[in-house]
């Protein structure tokens, strides 16, 4: 199989929903992201063999294969072809696995993958009526996040919201409301932190004619004090709050994939070598708990272990979920895990973050010198995806 390689990664900064970007299409945003590969890398669009991305919702702006709409908008070709998965959450992770896949058996040398999620201008939708002159009242459903529309077939305890589901994780996992508090003050402090330093500046492209210079969603400034105080948000006496959440964001990342061919010709070095890739389902009213088995898939297949890795970027969907993993992997340091902070405080745009997290892992693998990095995330109604890199 032919060796994948992790050529370049950007993203654009993720902002709040209703906030910077919420008033940039989703088509528009991933077409940001496609001429900003172009201009860093200097490759001319028209030797890309394919364009893969991921998008959660769909159901708007994004709709009609949104890769085909942000190549045709990046100005690139009308030859080079586009497709979109989703896997919801993992959606844009997902594209990186298909692309690499086409590119390990040979189907293609050099592939742009890529997500997008604008939340705040997810549509509401309306059903048709069964028949004509309906007499009731008609629902409007938001895309936002979560179920909607929901089949009667499927078991009730499979449906209930992520919110609740991650209540049910946290009572099984026994993870109590103080470590979240104490897990999403860590992911803010960091966030903070690496901005400061500089370490976001090589990942980050601006969005034209917006003026956001870093990820809206940080809370440089919240205590300890500020997170205990806030109310639950899904059950009374419950434990998970809008402060040890991920919050509603948009935002879109792309990277560069492509073969050691590829990599001669643009004449760049890569920043990391596709070394594993793992799926892996459970129970939808336990989504949270997918990273686990799903990472051990992708470590088994690139041959190492725990102790190999040097850094770790798992999704933090809610603090409650990313803390329930990381106690089912009691061989793994908790300390190489969001060491520039995590969604929590980046922001969770569905459909990009998976290229954010590879785009991350990679930075920081390269920052110390190489090594063994995984990247992971939950996803709603029960899955996980994971990949793991070697640099």
């Known amino acids: ?196 330093a500089g370490r976001f500046d090589e990942q980050i492209v601006a969005v034209p004619g917006i003026e956001l210079a870093r990820d809206e969603s940080i809370r440089a400034d919240t205590t300890a004090a500020k997170l205990a105080g806030l109310k639950p ?26 073969d050691a061919d590829a990599a001669r010709r643009l004449d760049v070095t890569p920043l990391a070598r596709v070394a594993g890739r793992g799926a892996a389902g459970v129970d939808p009213d336990v989504f949270g708990l997918g990273p686990v088995r799903a990472a051990e898939i992708a470590l088994r297949r690139a041959g190492i272990g725990w102790s190999d890795l040097t850094a770790v970027e798992l999704n933090e969907a809610f603090a409650a979920q990313a803390l329930a993993c990381l106690r089912a992997w009691p061989e793994l340091d908790p300390e190489i895990v969001n060491t520039d902070g995590g969604a929590i405080a980046l922001g969770h745009p569905l459909g990009a973050s998976g290229g954010r997290l590879l785009t991350q892992l990679a930075h920081r693998l390269r920052r110390a010198g190489g090594g063994w990095g995984l990247a992971t995330l939950c996803i709603g109604v029960g899955q996980g995806l994971a990949v793991v890199l070697q640099a």
């Open 233 to 258: 948000v899904f059950r009374p006496q419950g434990t998970v709050t809008a402060g040890n959440s991920s919050p509603l964001n948009d935002g879109a990342s792309a990277l560069l994939l492509g």
């Open 1 to 196: 199989m032919t060796e994948v390689f992790l050529l370049d990664g950007v993203r654009t900064p993720f902002g709040r929903h209703g906030g910077a970007l919420s008033g940039v299409r989703p088509d528009d945003l991933a077409a940001v992201v496609l001429r900003a590969l172009t201009e860093r890398v200097g490759f001319d669009p028209g030797s890309v063999d394919e364009v893969v991305f991921g998008a959660a919702n769909q159901s708007g702006e994004d709709n009609r294969n949104v890769a085909r709409m942000a190549t045709l908008l990046a100005g690139w070709p009308t030859s080079v072809p586009g497709t979109t998965v989703n896997r919801l959450c993992g959606s844009s992770l997902d594209a990186a696995m298909h692309a690499s896949r086409m590119i390990a058996v040979g189907d293609a040398s050099l592939v742009a993958v890529g997500g997008v999620e604008s939340m705040s201008r997810a549509p509401w939708v309306l059903p048709k009526p069964a028949k004509g002159f309906p007499a009731a009242d008609a629902t409007l459903h938001s895309t936002t996040l979560g179920w909607r529309m929901v089949n009667p077939a499927m078991p009730p305890q499979w449906t209930v919201s992520l919110g609740e589901s991650t209540e049910i994780l946290a009572d099984q996992s026994e993870v109590d409301r103080a470590s979240q508090d104490e897990f999403a003050l860590r992911s803010h402090r960091l966030a903070a932190a690496a901005w400061a």
